[in-house]
């Protein structure tokens, strides 16, 4: 028997839509499949972007953190150098009143000589002048001073004592004799040079 039109059309329509089935889930499939590698990608980046987000808060830290230990580092070098120039200023003070006590006692006249004979060996000796306070001649032993440069640097030596305001507490200053080299061993001068030679050390001990 002959199929009737309506069988056909069933048929036709059933082929129709079992293709049409087919396909969608060949779509299906192929969009979950797209879905997938997406959302694969998608977790790639993301932690690619999460490990350079990590890496570049550690770089930032490690490079807070050195600054911090940097910025202690000087804060503690600041204060231990301001506490060493504290002391070293007590100090200083300290020395100062016992110079002070030495020019108003009888261990002056040795000490004022002992200054005398270094500076004027220091110019090796000849024709030279010395310097001191006002009021100061008294404590000086010319010749003994004189004697003591020729033996040290065995030649003769001659000194012209000038009494003068030198602003000092105590020391001399001595030069050749036409003064175009001197030197300062007045007790301020010689406290100077030692301050700056221990400030230069502890600069050192701090900073090396």
Request: proline share 1%.
């Amino acid at each position: 028997m002959a199929e009737s039109k309506t069988d056909v059309f069933d048929m036709m329509k059933g082929e129709i839509l079992a293709n049409a089935e087919e396909k969608a889930k060949e779509i299906l499939n192929r969009a979950n499949q797209i879905a997938s590698e997406i959302s694969e990608d998608v977790k790639i980046r993301a932690e690619r972007i999460s490990k350079s987000i990590l890496e570049q808060a550690k770089k930032d830290a490690d490079l807070k953190l050195r600054r911090e230990i940097a910025k202690a580092k000087l804060t503690t070098r600041t204060n231990l150098l301001k506490s060493k120039e504290a002391l070293l200023n007590e100090a200083f003070n300290q020395a100062w009143e016992k110079l002070k006590e030495i020019v108003n006692s009888a261990k002056y006249p040795s000490v004022l000589n002992d200054v005398v004979i270094e500076a004027a060996c220091g110019l090796g000796g000849g024709d030279l002048k010395v310097k001191i306070q006002t009021g100061h001649g008294k404590y000086m032993n010319t010749q003994q001073v004189q004697q003591a440069v020729i033996q040290k640097i065995a030649n003769p030596t001659t000194l012209q004592v000038i009494e003068e305001d030198l602003r000092s507490i105590g020391g001399a200053i001595v030069t050749n004799n036409d003064e175009t080299i001197i030197i300062d061993n007045t007790f301020e001068a010689r406290i100077r040079r030692m301050r700056e030679n221990i400030r230069i050390e502890i600069a050192k001990i701090l900073f090396k």
